[in-house]
């Protein structure tokens, strides 16, 4: 029983896309084969930044033969019904079955159909599935009319047994599959030829390419946890953060980076948001103040310098959009704490829509002021401090760090209050009001 090898080579795949394709190619591939009666043992796929990669073990070497029954006219139908059938069939008269029904005599074709070889019906599925890949978003590239995510320079397609490995015939405008690969863009560039899975992935750890997301996901993980360990800092964990910087690298390098001594001040919150959204870099903190005292980001290549002028390059270009933050986070304090205070905020949003039938973000501050009023004494609080509150409450939808950063709205919130000098309570509302914001949030 051969096994299968399948590997699709563009340019970077987005990383957001890279799971869900991995698991189309798979259901595309291995439902075509089973349709055209190809049945396995198992089925693995793959991704890294640059390929898709699908396995197959145990795959039939041809489908079965098959002979299907088909059901057709009375004995008894017009010439010309039965003449229909049988061009359908492929028959001649002679070669149909005459059978009793409850309903009387009827014709049935028994039809041939022998098996196809394994090659064949593979080519068949692959150039079907690369044709109607199910991408969110794809692109045309060249002359061709072939749509990818980003354009496909190769195909790997072979089929593996024990007295060697067949490169499957497909041709998929104007790419031809063959048993070639290539490593990592900088570091292994040159074409890599494999004759099985187990080659494939031996000889691509050997051209700097690791194969398995879950091994770089680790090795990003133990790598920054180890080095903060060192320094006497942890990292702040983020699952998404982590799915996503695996699928920016195929030989993940980690390197550990300092925040300018400038920036040390801001909100924890703000530096993580920052560093998150705008360079993918892991935040690390110290465990006894909660200060965010350096970064993680990982390269995808090892250099001479073991990584001194990507982390300086890195370290600079931190350096400008934190300098951003913190002028927001300076402007933003110097209004809380002017003589208007965070009323500035509030007045702001008359000219912000909460719904088109429900009016602005004022208004509806207004209805919440009234509401928290009334039910304040219902549950022993006081009065004048929850309409406080809830006037207060989305004030930081007006400042300028909310605007840039619109994921810490309520937390902007609650350090502005206290910075304006009202009280705990006060600033614990601004926050959380918003939750619960997902299941996690309890």
């Not at 049945?39 to 033969?65: H, K, Q, V």
């Not at 680790?218 to 946890?225: E, G, M, P, R, S």
């Not at 390098?253 to 993918?280: A, N, Y």
């Amino acid at each position: 029983m051969p096994d299968l090898l399948i590997e699709l080579f563009s340019e970077e795949i987005p990383a957001r896309m890279q799971a869900r394709a991995a698991d189309d190619l798979k259901k595309l591939v291995t439902n075509g084969l089973v349709d055209a009666g190809l049945t396995y043992a198992s089925a693995a796929a793959f991704s890294t930044p640059r390929r898709l990669t699908l396995t197959i073990e145990g795959m039939l070497d041809a489908s079965p033969s098959l002979v299907e029954e088909r059901k057709g006219p009375k004995a008894d139908a017009p010439e010309k019904a039965i003449e229909g059938f049988l061009r359908g069939a492929g028959l001649t008269r002679d070669q149909l079955e005459e059978r009793d029904t409850p309903k009387g005599k009827i014709l049935f074709a028994m039809i041939s159909k022998p098996g196809r070889p394994a090659a064949e019906i593979v080519a068949e599925v692959l150039e079907t599935t690369i044709r109607t890949f199910p991408w969110p978003k794809s692109m045309r590239w060249g002359s061709g009319t072939l749509r990818w995510v980003r354009p496909l320079h190769s195909i790997l397609c072979i089929l593996s047994a024990e007295d060697g490995a067949q490169i499957v015939p497909l041709n998929v405008d104007g790419i031809t599959a063959g048993d070639t690969t290539r490593g990592h863009r900088f570091m292994a560039p040159d074409t890599i030829t494999v004759s099985n899975f187990e080659d494939y992935s031996a000889k691509l750890k050997r051209a700097f390419v690791v194969l398995y997301p879950a091994e770089r996901r680790d090795t990003i993980w133990n790598d920054a946890t180890n080095m903060a360990f060192a320094n006497g800092l942890e990292v702040v964990e983020d699952a998404g953060l982590l799915a996503e910087v695996a699928g920016l690298v195929e030989y993940p390098v980690v390197l550990m980076g300092q925040i300018g001594e400038d920036f040390l001040g801001l909100p924890p919150e703000v530096l993580q948001t920052s560093m998150k959204e705008h360079q993918k870099f892991f935040s690390v903190r110290n465990p006894k103040s909660g200060r965010i005292e350096r970064f993680v980001t990982v390269a995808n290549r090892t250099t001479a310098d073991d990584g001194a002028t990507i982390l300086a390059g890195n370290e600079k270009v931190l350096s400008a959009r934190l300098s951003d933050a913190k002028f927001f986070w300076e402007n933003d304090l110097r209004i809380a704490q002017s003589e208007a205070g965070m009323q500035t905020w509030v007045d702001r949003l008359s000219n912000v829509t909460f719904h088109n039938k429900l009016g602005t973000q004022a208004e509806l501050i207004s209805r919440m002021e009234a509401l928290a009023g009334e039910l304040a004494p219902m549950v022993g609080a006081d009065a004048d401090e929850a309409r406080s509150a809830a006037r207060f409450a989305k004030a930081d939808l007006s400042s300028e760090m909310v605007y840039e950063f619109p994921e810490l709205q309520g937390l902007m919130g609650s350090y502005y209050a206290k910075a304006a000098g009202k009280s705990d309570a006060i600033a614990a509302a601004a926050q959380d009001h918003y939750a619960p914001l997902g299941p996690s949030d309890i």
